[in-house]
């Protein structure tokens, strides 16, 4: 893989283009695009690396009372293309967002071949929030998380977490360190032990 910059932390290249193919093969090197409009495609594979085992998330006495008072509904893949976009909108609404249409498109593109998934929380059966990555062997790669209602996205990743193993689910990445994420369980690995992780989870 190609050496990565320290500042900014993980910048690999810029260009290429957002096939199906390409992004396959960059999840698979541990390599993800994140750019704004009117900018070129920039590669990315950041030092160290957040992820999350999904033994390790860290489901609260609280978080459990808050999703039975929600009155959260849990669904997978039903409603992909609308997720993104609130994720996309609700971004763009407060400082901006990488999700842009040209995005949106990809990851359509690759949900419709099974190789990207969504976890949505619905309240009333209203979508209130949710996830959603790129689903690659044993990982699946996290691009994005919403909340319309509190905990709503937290409901969803809580999900995914116990339904891991019936998903075959081994390794959650969450790309880039957050102290949201990490108050949940997930920690920093180096880019090297990452590298090592995916090569077997997606083989």
């Known amino acids: 893989m190609t050496e990565a910059l320290d500042d900014p932390n993980g910048l690999l290249c810029a260009g290429g283009d957002l096939s199906p193919e390409r992004l396959k093969l960059a999840y698979s090197r541990g390599i993800f695009p994140w750019f ?52 996309a909108s609700t971004r763009e609404s407060r400082e901006g967002t990488w999700i842009t249409e040209e995005m949106i498109e990809a990851y359509v593109e690759l949900h419709q071949q099974g190789f990207a998934m969504s976890f949505e ?38 999900a995914l977490c116990e339904e891991a193993d019936l998903h075959q689910i081994e390794l959650i990445d969450c790309q880039v360190p ?22 077997e989870l997606t083989s």
Not at 73 to 82: L, S
Not at 127 to 146: K, P, T, W
Not at 180 to 196: D, M, W
């Open 178 to 199: 957050t102290s949201h994420l990490e108050s949940l369980g997930a920690s920093l690995i180096t880019r090297a032990e990452f590298i090592e992780r995916i090569n």
């Open 36 to 87: 704004s409009d009117g900018e070129p495609i920039l590669w990315w594979s950041p030092d160290p690396r957040l992820v999350l085992e999904p033994s390790a998330f860290k489901f609260r006495r609280s978080l459990k009372q808050a999703i039975k008072k929600q009155g959260f509904e849990i669904r997978i893949n039903t409603q992909f293309e609308t997720l993104i976009r609130l994720c």
């Open 121 to 158: 929380t619905y309240r009333n059966n209203d979508l209130v929030g949710g996830l959603y990555g790129v689903r690659l062997g044993r990982a699946l790669f996290g691009e994005s998380m919403v909340s319309l209602v509190p905990d709503a996205s937290k409901a969803a990743l809580a």
